[in-house]
């Protein structure tokens, strides 16, 4: 009891901090309790030091800088209540993976964020570069950092892409890897890859679902539109059914 009286003591004195000073940055609106507790949990095993500042606010998640030790990394936050919940539900439909999750919002989200770290590993280990995933708590991802010189690596649609032929090449190559090895993105364009040091780098697995999902067919179908018409505006001659034949080899 004293133990978890101190634990509690501790965790008061982080949240606190983590509200009140400048280092961590975060906008007290953004967290519920059990978000704190998750960074706390984070913070206690190594992974996040401090927090920079928000590199994205998106729809669902916001994505922050921070410090471990030397490295930097990303900090992927869910936000529980504003959380798109019936629609993430939707992505997790038929995934042998997560299976009898219910209608519980936090444990969606808290499964989506899990499936979104698998996501990260799976497609690593088919051969598609990815940032690195780290650690995984409750509705936080922790990932690689993929800056050049601090800045948040620019994304295909901030760039000029000198040449369209290798790049569109590459990010075939990076389907049909990602394809044999069982996973549609889902929510593949221009804004969901970002060049860095000479690579493309793929983000925002979240969505990706196993091609078990009912709907695999018509998200590849989506993603391959998505690409070859962003290469077809580079001026190459393209287009999502043949990119579709590529990957899925049908
Ligand atoms: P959106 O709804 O805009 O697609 P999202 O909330 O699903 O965004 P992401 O696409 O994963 O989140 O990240 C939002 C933005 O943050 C990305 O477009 C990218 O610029 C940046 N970003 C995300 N993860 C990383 C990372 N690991 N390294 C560098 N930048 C990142
Ligand atoms: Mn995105």
Not at 25 to 54: C, M, N, R, W
Not at 60 to 71: L, M, Q, R, S
Not at 119 to 137: F, M, S, T
Request: with cysteine; hydrophobic share 35%; aromatic share 10%.
């Amino acid at each position: 009891d004293r133990i978890a009286r101190r634990r509690d003591r501790e965790f008061n004195e982080f949240r606190k901090r983590i509200k009140d000073t400048e280092r961590f940055k975060l906008e007290e609106s953004v967290f519920d309790e059990a978000t704190y507790a998750a960074i706390y949990k984070l913070v206690q095993d190594g992974h996040i030091d401090a927090f920079g500042g928000p590199i994205s606010t998106g729809k669902e998640a916001n994505v922050y800088t921070a410090k471990a030790g030397e490295a930097e990394v990303a900090v992927k936050v869910y936000r529980i209540n504003s959380s798109d919940f019936k629609d993430m539900r939707g992505y997790l439909d038929g995934d042998p993976r997560f299976e009898g999750i219910g209608q519980d919002k936090r444990k969606v989200v808290m499964a989506w964020v899990r499936k979104e770290f698998a996501n990260l590993k799976r497609a690593q280990k088919a051969g598609v570069r990815v940032p690195n995933p780290i650690a995984v708590e409750r509705n936080v991802l922790v990932m690689e950092y993929i800056a050049t010189d601090g800045d948040r690596a620019k994304r295909l649609n901030e760039v000029h892409i000198e040449n369209p032929e290798t790049a569109y090449e590459v990010v075939a190559e990076y389907m049909q890897r990602l394809y044999d090895a069982g996973l549609v993105h889902g929510d593949l364009s221009e804004y969901n890859i970002v060049f860095h040091d000479g690579q493309l780098v793929v983000i925002d697995l979240g969505q990706a679902v196993t091609k078990h999902h009912p709907n695999a067919g018509d998200f590849l179908e989506r993603d391959c539109e998505n690409v070859a018409d962003f290469f077809a505006r580079q001026g190459m001659d393209v287009t999502g059914e043949q990119l579709y034949e590529f990957v899925s080899g049908e």
